[in-house]
């Protein structure tokens, strides 16, 4: 049985997504037709059966008049003959869907439908060639009413001499051309690895002199801390141990020294006072544990005025640090020095330590830059410029170097060379990149302009003689084939559409045994034609007009009367007729329902004012002229529905259907053909929605509600496409501390005009249309990402996924689920997957096989939405289950609500006697949660802990013991207690 799905049509489209300026299908089949096309045997060379992947292949350009058909059937009009030449064009179809149809006028497929047609169409596109006007440039091989030969033929030996000889000569010339540029290439490689290895060389001698460079600051900082450091007013001030002393004196000594901080230190280690004002606790406190800490404390434990011993050093300030001394919050480096303080009698009173960042720029890397003609970087482990001179904007991500030892710039514009300094630190020499290139360039373009001079030469040569082979062909085949264009004059006539016309063989040798055969092929082509003719217009199923017909026919009368109704029959229960009792009942049901209408409108309506036609597999179209009102129309749509109630005898068996009817009536809902049909489709989907075997009319809305419902359809699908969609995570809490132990991770969808749209209503529509797997998939590969990095981070979480129906039935569902796990190195014993409770009880086996290979890696599952259906106990107790979430219809408002409560204890009774942990979800209330905990709940997930967050609010939300106090959960009970709390 041919069955479409249903879906929504677009805006601007017709009932079937088209557009609105289509034409309708050549032919619809039987219910067997298309399963039996491979055995029939194939018609003459001139007819060729043709399964087309669609009933609706329209074109954008048809012409039609009137002026008779063959006999027609019942009240239908007559088709004329300039429509069936039309349709002879038409039915030369491709398969593919916007390819150019042969013999159609330049008419385009534009779109197929969801169910097979098959029609017989005549092939001869070597005869619509034919009947093309040659060129000019080659009329002369044909002259004027004397024998000529048909330049098609002509062409294509010419066609072939010239592929062959540009062939040759193309495969000669790239080859030699090839070979040059090999060589070409290899010697600007040469020249450019040796330009590499002079500039690596001079840019590591420049690295060194600035490394040495930053080095003398380095010094300079502790010798200038050590002259500070000896001076009497500022041991003076040290040893007073007050800060606003201390700040006023090193502020002065810091300015002119050009320390960025200078901070005073008492013997035991604690700072006294600094250049500015900071916070002298908070500095202790962020200075404890580092490698200043530890080298003050060596300095203030063993040391002596005769022997002063100091520390100089080059560190990465730490976040807290920074904060602590009061400087920009970024990755920053500063030389420091340490020095003792003496007092008047040579004791130890403390000490100084100088800080001195290394700026964004430096006046001494700049000074070098200028001198050494190359830009400086200082560069961290981990590629990160904490300083620089020369061009801005320069960075080195990578790490890795080219074959001379160059490490190349993000954008490719500068090579540098690198010295290790301190720790983790680089200092980077580079320059611009075209001293590299420039010199090979310069000799690639030399050599290129040398090959392209002998190529071109080449190509002169090379025309020339195939010229010459071209003239000489021509010449012969004129001489040869005299006696073929009788053959190309009747050929251009046959494709323009006229089979009468007269031909008889005529030539020599082949010419007139080719003669012969199209003589031949001619007598078949006629026959063949007529047969078309009755295929294209009427129903071999049913015996009525089908789909093209209508569009022919329909047009004349919805123009011819004032007003009408169209109707759109799409029969109720007829796939349980096919599968009850095969396809061939199927046709003959059709055939009788065709009948029925068919005698229906003939006993209503005046000759000529009605039409009918089989438009799909279990879909008819009548129009009745004259019906204007909506009464009239609601009584004629009853009579079809009565009419088609009465049961119909199949066999030896007895069949009723049902039929639901959508209306439009001109002009009101419309003055053309195609708008009628699609108003009247879309009120048939309401007739089905509204429970079948009954009528609806269209109204306005429905257009509306089915053009936003295509725009959304058509935005999601390129949401997902794009994963523009985000995951939001949802915490589990225990029920026992209050910890968070788990998440589900959820799909949320901003759209770009109309914002946040509800889950519920965009995880619908991907059911609808098949778009909910790869929602899945994404949701899945993402929230692997982002939740595998919180584990890797130390969090002990498992992540739940849900998993759609379609994609745990499907035969690559395992494979897909450990390739993802694996690509995210996600560990499998923190994965849970989520199957509703519906869609485990539906394939039991198919569902228990899933699970238990799945979980022999350490994947958990749990049954969702546990309650909101029905399960069959037994089953669910085999299933391999770890958790079951009940559902929130249990769970919402559970603590007011004695029946819920009765329900909810047994349900997590029932599943702790299997086994299976529990999640109640919806909780929003501190009541319920307190009820779901006392009875057994081992978590429980809602808004009353949180909404579902992004990633970054719920890493956030990850900090402990944020949510251990915020419900106070109260123990399990027991035995009598339980008892007595159920009754």
């Given at each position: 049985?041919?069955?479409?799905q249903?879906?929504s049509?677009?805006q601007?489209k017709g009932p079937k997504?088209?557009?609105?300026s289509?034409?309708?299908?050549l032919?619809t089949?039987?219910?067997?037709?298309v399963?039996?096309l491979?055995?029939?045997?194939?018609p003459?060379?001139?007819?060729?059966?043709c399964l087309?992947?669609s009933?609706?292949?329209?074109?954008e350009?048809?012409s039609t008049?009137?002026?008779g058909?063959e006999k027609?059937?019942g009240n239908?009009?007559?088709?004329n003959r300039?429509?069936i030449d039309?349709?002879?064009g038409f039915t030369r179809?491709?398969?593919?869907?916007?390819r150019q149809v042969?013999?159609?006028?330049?008419?385009t497929?534009?779109?197929p439908?969801?169910?097979?047609?098959?029609a017989v169409v005549?092939?001869?596109t070597?005869?619509?060639k034919?009947?093309?006007?040659?060129?000019?440039w080659r009329?002369?091989?044909?002259?004027?009413g004397g024998?000529?030969?048909?330049?098609?033929?002509a062409m294509r030996?010419?066609a072939?001499v010239?592929a062959t000889?540009v062939?040759?000569l193309?495969l000669i010339?790239?080859?030699?051309?090839?070979?040059?540029?090999q060589?070409l290439r290899?010697?600007?490689?040469a020249l450019g690895e040796l330009s590499e290895?002079q500039?690596a060389?001079r840019?590591?001698?420049?690295a060194?002199l600035?490394r040495?460079?930053i080095?003398?600051?380095?010094?300079?900082?502790?010798?200038?801390?050590?002259?500070i450091?000896q001076r009497?007013?500022?041991?003076?001030?040290?040893a007073?141990?007050?800060?606003?002393t201390?700040?006023?004196l090193?502020?002065?000594?810091a300015s002119?020294?050009?320390?960025?901080r200078?901070?005073?230190?008492d013997e035991?280690?604690r700072?006294?006072?600094?250049n500015?004002p900071?916070?002298?606790l908070?500095l202790?406190v962020?200075?404890?544990?580092?490698?200043?800490s530890?080298?003050l404390?060596a300095?203030?434990?063993d040391n002596?005025?005769s022997?002063?011993?100091?520390e100089?050093g080059?560190?990465?300030?730490?976040?807290?640090?920074?904060?602590a001394?009061?400087?920009p919050?970024?990755?920053?480096i500063?030389?420091?020095a340490?020095?003792?303080?003496f007092?008047d009698?040579g004791?130890l009173i403390?000490a100084?330590?100088?800080i001195?960042p290394?700026?964004r720029t430096?006046?001494?890397l700049e000074n070098?830059?200028?001198l050494a003609?190359?830009g400086?970087v200082?560069?961290?482990?981990d590629?990160?410029?904490?300083?620089s001179?020369g061009p801005e904007?320069v960075?080195?991500s990578?790490?890795?170097?080219?074959?001379?030892g160059l490490?190349?710039s993000d954008?490719?514009?500068y090579v540098?060379?690198c010295v290790?300094?301190?720790?983790?630190l680089?200092v980077c020499t580079?320059?611009?990149?075209?001293?590299?290139t420039?010199?090979?360039d310069?000799m690639?373009q030399?050599?290129?302009?040398h090959?392209r001079s002998l190529m071109?030469?080449?190509?002169?040569?090379a025309?020339l003689?195939?010229g010459?082979?071209?003239?000489?062909?021509l010449?012969?085949?004129?001489?040869?084939?005299k006696g073929?264009s009788a053959?190309a004059?009747t050929?251009?006539?046959i494709a323009?559409?006229n089979l009468?016309?007269?031909?008889?063989?005529?030539?020599i040798?082949?010419v007139?045994g080719?003669?012969?055969a199209f003589e031949?092929?001619?007598?078949h082509?006629?026959?063949s034609t007529?047969?078309?003719r009755?295929l294209?217009f009427?129903?071999t199923v049913?015996?009525?007009p089908?789909?093209e017909?209508?569009?022919?026919?329909a047009p004349?009368?919805?123009?011819a009367e004032?007003g009408g109704?169209?109707?759109?029959?799409?029969?109720d229960g007829?796939?349980?007729?096919?599968d009850?009792?095969?396809?061939?009942?199927?046709?003959?049901?059709?055939?009788?329902?065709a009948?029925?209408?068919?005698?229906?409108?003939?006993?209503?309506?005046a000759?000529?004012k009605?039409l009918l036609?089989?438009v799909?597999g279990d879909?008819?179209?009548?129009i009745?002229?004259?019906?204007k009102t909506?009464?009239a129309?609601?009584?004629c749509?009853?009579?079809m529905i009565e009419?088609?109630?009465v049961s119909?005898k199949?066999?030896?068996?007895?069949a009723?259907?049902?039929?639901s009817i959508?209306?439009a009536?001109?002009?009101t809902h419309?003055?053309?053909?195609?708008?009628?049909?699609i108003?009247?489709d879309l009120?048939?989907y309401?007739?089905?929605?509204?429970?079948?075997?009954?009528?609806?009319?269209?109204?306005p809305?429905?257009a509306e509600?089915?053009c936003?419902?295509h725009a959304l359809e058509?935005d999601?699908?390129?949401a997902?496409?794009n994963e523009?969609?985000?995951?939001h995570y949802?915490?589990?809490v225990s029920?026992?501390?209050?910890?968070?132990?788990?998440?589900?991770?959820?799909?949320r969808?901003?759209?770009p005009?109309?914002?946040?749209i509800?889950p519920?209503?965009f995880?619908k529509?991907?059911?609808?249309i098949g778009?909910?797997?790869?929602i899945?998939r994404?949701v899945l590969?993402?929230?692997?990402?982002?939740?595998?990095?919180?584990?890797r981070?130390?969090?002990n979480l498992v992540?739940a996924?849900?998993?759609a129906?379609?994609?745990?039935?499907?035969?690559?569902?395992?494979k897909d689920?450990?390739t993802?796990?694996?690509?995210?190195?996600?560990?499998p014993p923190?994965?849970?997957?989520?199957v509703?409770?519906s869609?485990?009880m539906?394939n039991?086996?198919?569902?228990r096989e899933?699970?238990?290979?799945l979980?022999?890696?350490g994947i958990?599952?749990?049954m969702?939405?546990?309650?909101?259906g029905?399960?069959?106990?037994s089953t669910?107790?085999?299933?391999?289950f770890?958790?079951?979430?009940l559902d929130?219809t249990?769970?919402?408002?559970?603590?007011e609500?004695?029946?819920?409560q009765?329900?909810?204890r047994?349900?997590l009774?029932?599943?702790d006697?299997l086994?299976?942990?529990?999640v109640?979800e919806?909780?929003e209330?501190?009541?319920d949660?307190?009820?779901a905990?006392?009875n057994?709940?081992?978590?429980a997930?809602g808004?009353?802990?949180?909404?579902?967050?992004?990633?970054?609010?719920?890493t956030v939300?990850?900090?402990?013991s944020?949510?251990?106090?915020?419900v106070e959960?109260?123990?399990?009970?027991h035995?009598?207690e339980?008892?007595?709390?159920?009754r």
């Amino acid at each position: 049985m041919f069955r479409r799905q249903r879906h929504s049509p677009p805006q601007g489209k017709g009932p079937k997504g088209l557009p609105l300026s289509s034409k309708m299908p050549l032919q619809t089949p039987s219910n067997h037709e298309v399963h039996n096309l491979a055995k029939k045997p194939k018609p003459s060379v001139v007819a060729k059966p043709c399964l087309l992947e669609s009933s609706v292949w329209r074109t954008e350009s048809e012409s039609t008049q009137s002026d008779g058909f063959e006999k027609p059937i019942g009240n239908q009009p007559a088709t004329n003959r300039r429509q069936i030449d039309d349709l002879e064009g038409f039915t030369r179809l491709n398969s593919a869907p916007g390819r150019q149809v042969s013999g159609a006028s330049g008419a385009t497929l534009i779109g197929p439908r969801k169910f097979r047609v098959l029609a017989v169409v005549a092939i001869d596109t070597d005869m619509a060639k034919a009947s093309r006007a040659p060129p000019r440039w080659r009329r002369w091989a044909v002259p004027s009413g004397g024998p000529g030969f048909p330049s098609s033929i002509a062409m294509r030996l010419v066609a072939v001499v010239l592929a062959t000889g540009v062939l040759g000569l193309g495969l000669i010339g790239g080859l030699t051309a090839l070979r040059l540029q090999q060589q070409l290439r290899q010697q600007a490689a040469a020249l450019g690895e040796l330009s590499e290895d002079q500039l690596a060389h001079r840019l590591d001698g420049e690295a060194q002199l600035a490394r040495a460079r930053i080095e003398v600051l380095g010094a300079e900082t502790a010798s200038r801390l050590r002259q500070i450091a000896q001076r009497a007013d500022v041991a003076k001030a040290v040893a007073s141990n007050n800060d606003v002393t201390i700040r006023e004196l090193l502020s002065i000594v810091a300015s002119t020294s050009g320390f960025e901080r200078l901070i005073a230190f008492d013997e035991t280690g604690r700072v006294i006072g600094a250049n500015t004002p900071l916070d002298l606790l908070a500095l202790n406190v962020a200075i404890e544990g580092t490698d200043l800490s530890v080298n003050l404390r060596a300095i203030l434990k063993d040391n002596s005025r005769s022997h002063p011993r100091g520390e100089e050093g080059t560190y990465e300030l730490k976040l807290g640090e920074l904060s602590a001394l009061d400087l920009p919050q970024r990755r920053t480096i500063a030389h420091t020095a340490i020095e003792p303080v003496f007092d008047d009698f040579g004791d130890l009173i403390g000490a100084l330590v100088a800080i001195r960042p290394l700026g964004r720029t430096e006046r001494t890397l700049e000074n070098f830059t200028s001198l050494a003609n190359a830009g400086v970087v200082i560069i961290m482990g981990d590629n990160e410029i904490v300083s620089s001179a020369g061009p801005e904007g320069v960075k080195f991500s990578s790490a890795r170097t080219r074959l001379g030892g160059l490490q190349r710039s993000d954008d490719g514009n500068y090579v540098a060379r690198c010295v290790e300094y301190e720790a983790t630190l680089k200092v980077c020499t580079f320059a611009s990149a075209s001293l590299v290139t420039t010199t090979r360039d310069q000799m690639f373009q030399i050599g290129a302009a040398h090959t392209r001079s002998l190529m071109w030469q080449f190509l002169a040569s090379a025309a020339l003689a195939l010229g010459a082979l071209v003239v000489a062909l021509l010449a012969a085949v004129r001489h040869l084939t005299k006696g073929l264009s009788a053959l190309a004059k009747t050929a251009q006539e046959i494709a323009g559409g006229n089979l009468d016309v007269p031909f008889r063989a005529t030539g020599i040798g082949e010419v007139r045994g080719l003669g012969l055969a199209f003589e031949r092929m001619l007598t078949h082509l006629r026959a063949s034609t007529r047969r078309i003719r009755q295929l294209a217009f009427y129903d071999t199923v049913s015996r009525i007009p089908n789909r093209e017909k209508m569009r022919v026919d329909a047009p004349a009368l919805i123009d011819a009367e004032e007003g009408g109704a169209l109707f759109f029959l799409d029969l109720d229960g007829f796939k349980s007729i096919n599968d009850t009792f095969g396809h061939k009942a199927g046709d003959e049901l059709l055939k009788m329902v065709a009948e029925r209408l068919s005698n229906l409108l003939t006993s209503k309506v005046a000759a000529g004012k009605s039409l009918l036609a089989r438009v799909g597999g279990d879909e008819f179209v009548a129009i009745i002229a004259g019906v204007k009102t909506v009464e009239a129309a609601s009584l004629c749509a009853r009579e079809m529905i009565e009419t088609l109630q009465v049961s119909f005898k199949l066999q030896s068996n007895h069949a009723t259907i049902g039929v639901s009817i959508g209306v439009a009536i001109w002009p009101t809902h419309g003055t053309t053909y195609d708008d009628l049909l699609i108003r009247a489709d879309l009120a048939m989907y309401v007739a089905k929605s509204s429970g079948r075997n009954t009528h609806a009319f269209f109204t306005p809305d429905l257009a509306e509600v089915a053009c936003a419902r295509h725009a959304l359809e058509t935005d999601l699908a390129l949401a997902i496409r794009n994963e523009e969609l985000v995951v939001h995570y949802q915490p589990k809490v225990s029920c026992v501390d209050g910890r968070i132990v788990g998440v589900e991770a959820l799909a949320r969808w901003h759209h770009p005009k109309e914002g946040n749209i509800p889950p519920q209503r965009f995880i619908k529509i991907a059911e609808e249309i098949g778009l909910i797997m790869e929602i899945d998939r994404f949701v899945l590969r993402r929230a692997l990402a982002e939740i595998g990095g919180l584990i890797r981070a130390g969090s002990n979480l498992v992540l739940a996924v849900n998993v759609a129906a379609t994609e745990i039935e499907d035969p690559l569902f395992i494979k897909d689920i450990v390739t993802t796990v694996r690509e995210a190195d996600f560990p499998p014993p923190h994965l849970e997957i989520e199957v509703t409770e519906s869609v485990a009880m539906r394939n039991p086996d198919v569902v228990r096989e899933r699970i238990s290979l799945l979980r022999q890696l350490g994947i958990r599952f749990a049954m969702d939405d546990f309650g909101a259906g029905y399960s069959n106990l037994s089953t669910m107790a085999r299933l391999p289950f770890d958790a079951v979430k009940l559902d929130r219809t249990l769970v919402a408002g559970v603590a007011e609500d004695r029946e819920k409560q009765t329900i909810l204890r047994l349900a997590l009774g029932l599943a702790d006697e299997l086994g299976f942990e529990t999640v109640v979800e919806g909780i929003e209330t501190a009541e319920d949660l307190r009820f779901a905990a006392e009875n057994g709940a081992t978590m429980a997930q809602g808004y009353i802990f949180s909404p579902p967050l992004s990633l970054e609010e719920f890493t956030v939300l990850l900090q402990p013991s944020l949510l251990a106090s915020a419900v106070e959960v109260a123990p399990r009970r027991h035995g009598a207690e339980r008892q007595a709390a159920i009754r």
